[in-house]
């Protein structure tokens, strides 16, 4: 008798012992798949009309779950049946929460990529009309912002953060935790308002500048970075900072040397995604720093440009060349979103690169 009959007489049968064979799952899904695809093709070759394919999904996913749970229960019983029928649910809740997303990628590439080109991104709107242009002046105006209020909003949160885990005891601690979660909720046009406010009082009505779009950006930053820093402090061991007042450093010098280098991680990742969060803000840039076609590096003289609030103008101000204002705006929507992608990655190898390290 050779070694292979021998092992696959060892080999019980998955079927006579109530169990689905591996593959099984995968070959339902393909069934399902396939009765979907077909049936939403005829319909449309009847009707006329396009393939749609988030039909296809989801009922995929409804026949997935009949067609897995009948076979389950034939060959596995009621119990087994229901462990993979709820298993299909989790799988189906989690492909529809994806497909706004996919979807919404997909639309900005296929949309955006008409005005991916060298001129776009090396000139301004300046003396533009119909087609042609670029959005250099609304980048360099996003950057400018938003790295003010990066600026200033990262030390005050970063403080509060400290004083909150560190220091923070009674009603002053209680009235800070709360003036912050409702800082988190207010609409983001309100920030703008204040700001374009804070300004008019000064400069007269009517002021729109750059550093007052950054101020709107940094009140929205705020609470952000405070509730990110707060928990990453958090999570810093009690027993690090016992040891070091066992040793007899002050409490600054602990915070200083033990607590923010231990959590200095998070703390980067925190920051990073807030300003993720606000650099695609388009109500308070509109009411705070105006939009402008000219390139403006000058945060506190003259009105300054935004890639949303472009995208946006692009949008609703569209003229003689419609189509030319249409693939501006989704060209510009799409570069906003590899902005917020390559901030997000940067967030991701800074909390890789300052990670404690454990272990020799």
């Not at 019980?12 to 899904?29: D, E, I, M, Q």
């Not at 009847?46 to 989801?58: K, Q, R, S």
């Not at 040397?257 to 695609?280: Q, Y």
Request: charged content about 10%; glycine content about 10%; hydrophobic content about 55%.
């Amino acid at each position: 008798m050779s070694q292979a009959s021998a092992t696959d007489r060892a080999l019980p049968n998955t079927y006579a012992a109530g169990l689905l064979g591996k593959r099984v799952p995968w070959y339902v899904l393909g069934a399902a798949f396939a009765i979907s695809a077909v049936s939403f093709f005829l319909i449309g070759q009847a009707e006329g009309g396009d393939f749609n394919i988030v039909g296809v999904v989801l009922v995929t996913a409804l026949l997935y779950m009949a067609g897995i749970y009948v076979t389950s229960l034939l060959i596995e019983g009621r119990r087994k049946a229901t462990d993979r029928l709820v298993t299909a649910l989790v799988g189906t809740a989690f492909v529809v929460a994806l497909l706004p997303l996919i979807s919404l990628i997909f639309t900005v590439i296929s949309n955006g990529t008409a005005r991916f080109d060298l001129e776009f991104f090396t000139y301004s709107m300046r003396n533009i009309v119909g087609e042609g242009g670029g959005i250099v002046h609304a980048i360099v105006g996003t950057l400018l912002m938003t790295l003010t209020a990066a600026l200033i909003s990262v030390p005050i949160g970063l403080l509060a953060a400290i004083y909150l885990v560190e220091y923070g005891r009674g009603t002053l601690a209680r009235a800070i935790t709360f003036f912050v979660d409702v800082m988190t909720g207010i609409p983001s046009i309100v920030a703008g308002l204040f700001a374009y406010s804070v300004f008019a009082i000064f400069f007269g009505p009517g002021i729109k500048l750059g550093i007052a779009g950054a101020i709107a950006l940094s009140v929205l930053m705020i609470p952000i970075v405070v509730r990110s820093c707060e928990d990453m402090l958090k999570l810093v061991p009690n027993e690090l900072r016992e040891a070091a007042y066992a040793l007899g450093v002050p409490k600054w010098l602990t915070v200083m040397k033990v607590v923010l280098p231990t959590s200095i991680a998070g703390i980067m990742t925190g920051v990073t995604l807030a300003i993720a969060r606000v650099i695609g803000e388009t109500a308070p840039l509109l009411v705070a720093a105006g939009f402008t076609n000219n390139l403006n590096y000058n945060l506190t003289e003259g009105r300054m440009q935004s890639l949303p609030v472009l995208v946006y103008n692009q949008y609703v101000s569209q003229g003689s060349v419609p189509q030319a204002y249409l693939d501006r705006a989704w060209a510009g929507a799409l570069t906003l979103i590899l902005i917020v992608m390559v901030l997000n990655l940067a967030a991701r190898l800074i909390a890789k690169y300052f990670a404690p390290k454990t272990g020799r």
